[in-house]
């Protein structure tokens, strides 16, 4: 950590905040269901898609037994909370989501 940061940065940097959602998806209790397969890829096609359409600004897969994915949403919680009740997986039991609103700065992303 060898940037000094003034606080002329930090506020700055907070002027430029704008609002977004956090998409925390967990494993739920249909995980091992017959057929979970052919809905889990269902489900990343959905994701995938929202991705490519800009709902989603950055989505990570977790490699993890509780949790399986975050999605950063560019859409207010209470609409982020409604698609993500459509999501496939969730409508099966099969992962569950829970959505916060949140904060991002424009131009961050994720090293190449």
Known sequence: MGVTVTD???????????????????????RAMDGADA???????????LR?????AVLCPVGSDTTCGVAV?????????AIMAEDPCVR????????????GFPGDSIPR
Do not use: Y
């Open 8 to 30: 002329k940065d930090i506020q700055d940097l907070a002027a430029t905040a704008r609002p977004l959602s956090i998409a925390l998806l967990a494993w739920g209790p249909n």
């Open 39 to 49: 809905v889990e890829l269902e489900h990343q096609r959905r994701m995938v898609t």
């Open 52 to 56: 490519a359409d800009g709902v989603i």
């Open 73 to 81: 949403m560019t859409v207010p919680a209470e609409e982020a909370t």
């Open 92 to 103: 099966a039991g099969m992962m569950t989501c829970q959505v916060h609103p949140c904060h």
